[in-house]
């Protein structure tokens, strides 16, 4: 089921990978077992032409042709792969310039916590490890840290950024259901950072914008 842009689109990114990985090692491991039958040692079996012998010129092999072959059967296979990673790249790196009042979130990491600061001013305090956000809404995170490195990260959304002193990376999402997903810092970040996690709370529209319209700036 799909719960979000980034979760489709690297779900399908990761089952192209794996049909492709598994198709590629059926043949591999076909071939390989065809191979130790076919060339397993007999008592008639010689030494081929080609065995290199100390003190003799070996003989030129001349496998252009399994070459050629070798290398375009990659190429099919690894183009898609290319291109499939950097369109996810980019998609990801590059966020919506508009989104909607409420919709832009600043995310700033400490030890050992993320805080999450609405585009009103809102900075909840209380329930400050709940990070709210409409559903069918562009969301974009504008992410950094206070203190060390850290990596905010949704595990269900299969999205992640790092959270760094000074910069700001930015990552945007489109949720497609309700729900509760874990957030969790990715990157080891001091003695609490098994403590540092939160809750994606994504709510419908109207239970969403009657939250943030009631919120006071502090
Ligand atoms: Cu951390």
């Not at 999450?116 to 709210?132: A, C, Q, S, V």
């Not at 080891?188 to 700036?217: D, E, I, P, R």
Request: charged residues 15%.
């Amino acid at each position: 089921m799909a719960v979000s842009s980034t979760q489709v689109q690297f779900d399908s990114l990761f089952g192209l990978f794996t049909y492709l990985a598994v198709a590629v090692g059926i043949v591999v491991f076909s071939l390989l077992i065809y191979f130790i039958v076919k060339y397993r040692e007999r008592p008639s079996s010689r030494q081929p032409d080609d065995t290199p012998i100390l003190g003799k010129m070996p003989i030129s092999r001349g496998h252009a042709r399994s070459v050629v072959l070798t290398l375009s059967l990659s190429t099919l296979i690894i183009v898609p792969l290319i291109v499939g990673s950097f369109g996810a790249i980019d998609n990801i790196l590059t966020p919506p310039q508009h989104v909607c009042q409420g919709c832009a979130i600043e995310v700033t990491a400490h030890q050992f916590y993320f805080q999450f600061t609405y585009d009103n001013g809102t900075k909840p305090y209380h329930t400050r490890d709940i990070l709210r956000v409409p559903v069918g809404e562009n969301v974009r995170l504008s992410v950094t840290s206070e203190d060390v490195f850290h990596d905010f990260g949704i595990i269900g959304y299969n999205i992640k950024t790092d959270a760094i002193p000074g910069r700001t990376n930015t990552i945007w999402f489109y949720p497609e259901t309700t729900g509760n997903f874990t957030i969790q810092c990715f990157e080891f970040c001091g003695v609490g950072h098994y403590t540092m996690k939160g809750t994606l709370m994504v709510m419908s529209q109207a239970a969403y914008f009657s939250w943030y319209n009631s919120t006071v700036v502090h």
